[in-house]
């Protein structure tokens, strides 16, 4: 993992709910009282992390396919998948290096709205693993997390295309748990019955990852 930061920087005062517009989705984690999970600090930037750089995506030809325990297997182009109906949420965000950038609005669409479209999960289906394009990376997680109300699949942040730097054109975006189960570069998402560890999990870090219970490693 290596890391750098862009211009991109917050102003000093934390992002608020109650300042947002009608229609954005708050993240249940935003309304905490102290919204910085312990052993975290809060940055202003906007980091750049990942495995091993990012990859080269062509929209021409990227794809996102939705498979494993589902109703009926779907996949997208660019074209069809911005198509989509779309949703706001606004989320903290916290990796598990010991950052939390806090008050970020993302646009995308809804895990939900994904999963309606391959006409549901079956039912012994508990658990998702995220696929990405770098290099066949992959992040797994409960499909509870997968399918709250705060998570989505974005195509932008803060009103701006996400960057190939920070997971554009599309990442998976999961607020209640640590930025690496928010997978960059997204290409697949496989509905499974049983869990099964992804490229960090299979490193050490924790097959959960939740920040407010410092999941950061071990089983």
Sequence with gaps: MFGKSDTKEQAL?????????????????????????????????????????????????????????????????????????????????????????????????????????????????????????????STNLPIADFLAEDALIAISHGGEPITLEHGGPARLIVPRLYARKSAKWLTGIEMMERDRPGFWEANGYHMHGDPWAQERFGW
């Design 13 to 137: 005062e934390i992002p608020r709910p109650e300042d947002l517009p009608a229609g954005v989705i708050v993240s249940p984690d935003t309304l905490r009282q102290d919204r910085v999970p312990p052993g975290q600090t809060r940055t202003r930037k906007w980091p750049v992390l990942d495995a091993s750089g990012p990859p080269r995506i062509d929209l021409g030809s990227w794809r996102l396919r939705v498979s494993g325990l589902v109703c009926k297997e779907v996949e997208w182009t660019w074209k069809d998948f911005t198509a989509l109906p779309r949703v706001r949420v606004f989320s903290d965000f916290h990796c598990v290096t010991r950052w939390s950038r806090l008050g970020n609005i993302w646009e995308g669409v809804s895990t939900r709205e994904v999963l309606n479209r391959a006409g549901g999960a079956r039912p012994e289906a508990r658990f998702v693993m995220a696929h990405a394009y770098d290099r066949g990376w």
